[in-house]
Nanobody, 125 residues
């Protein structure tokens, strides 16, 4: 069974940075790609950033130019570098796996089959 564990969340001020990490362990199904999603209080989950099989990146408009997704395949790690954080970035952030080939946006939460437990990010002014 595949397991994903996020870390790196915390409380910061607006304009500061955080780097989230995700380690994937256990059975790693082939043909799956990683993404980061978030859920703010009283809202549903929303895709933030996604990596394609060829390394292509997709970002939500709200984080373009501020967030960077990356991976270290050798270490089974994925990262989300978050710069210039805003109050509206406050949410629980999840690392998740989806089939690389599929219909729909790579940011659509419905495409993701395996999820971590999430890590809280709080940004205050």
């Amino acid at each position: 069974q595949v397991q994903l564990v996020e870390s790196g969340g915390g409380s910061v001020q607006t304009g500061e940075s955080l780097r989230l990490s995700c380690v994937v362990s256990g059975y790693r199904p082939s043909g799956y790609c990683v993404g980061w999603l978030r859920q703010a209080a009283t809202k549903g989950r929303a895709g933030v950033a996604a990596l394609g099989r060829d390394g292509r990146t997709t970002y939500a408009d709200s984080v373009k130019g501020r967030f960077t997704i990356s991976r270290d395949t050798a270490k089974n790690m994925a990262y989300l570098q978050m710069d210039s954080l805003k109050v509206e970035d406050t949410a629980v952030y999840y690392c998740a796996l989806r089939r690389c080939v599929g219909s729909g946006s790579p940011l659509w939460p419905g495409r993701y089959e395996h999820w971590g437990q999430g890590t809280q990010v709080t940004v205050s002014s």
